[in-house]
């Protein structure tokens, strides 16, 4: 059973400013009503693959100041559907090299936030398909 599964009618999840290291993926599946997730200030250093799976109202990623150095594939998509999300901040991490997959399929992307990461390494590729990206910082 899921940790989330009773709160079907959460719009927002805030849990910043924990120790939380790691985050299985589908943990969040029955948040069907997310539209908003925040885990700023963690100690996260992978997002998993699937992580934010079945959230298809979701917008609004927030993973700012962990230790992420990787970021999985399929980790910020619905691979059989629409995807929403317009805003990610992935701020004050530890990424050095950031792949086109990254953020494949976001086609609403609209903010992204990269800055005050170690990067060296940015794909040829990585914003070819970011049709509605407004604004990267």
């Not at 494949?104 to 398909?129: A, C, G, P, T, V």
């Amino acid at each position: 059973r899921n940790l989330f599964s009773n709160l079907v009618s959460l719009n927002e999840l805030n849990l910043n400013t924990n120790e939380i290291d790691k985050i299985d993926a589908g943990v969040f599946s029955d948040l069907k009503n997310l539209v908003y997730i925040s885990l700023n200030r963690n100690q996260l250093k992978i997002c998993n693959k699937d992580l934010f799976k079945n959230l298809l109202n979701l917008n609004t990623v927030y993973l700012e100041d962990n230790q992420i150095e990787h970021i999985e594939e399929n980790c910020f998509n619905n691979e059989n559907s629409m995807n929403l999300i317009d805003t990610i901040s992935l701020r004050n991490n530890r990424l050095k090299i950031v792949e086109e997959f990254y953020f494949k399929n976001l086609n609403k992307l609209k903010y992204l936030y990269l800055d005050k990461n170690e990067i060296r390494i940015l794909s040829s590729n990585l914003f070819n398909k970011l049709f509605n990206l407004e604004y990267l910082y």
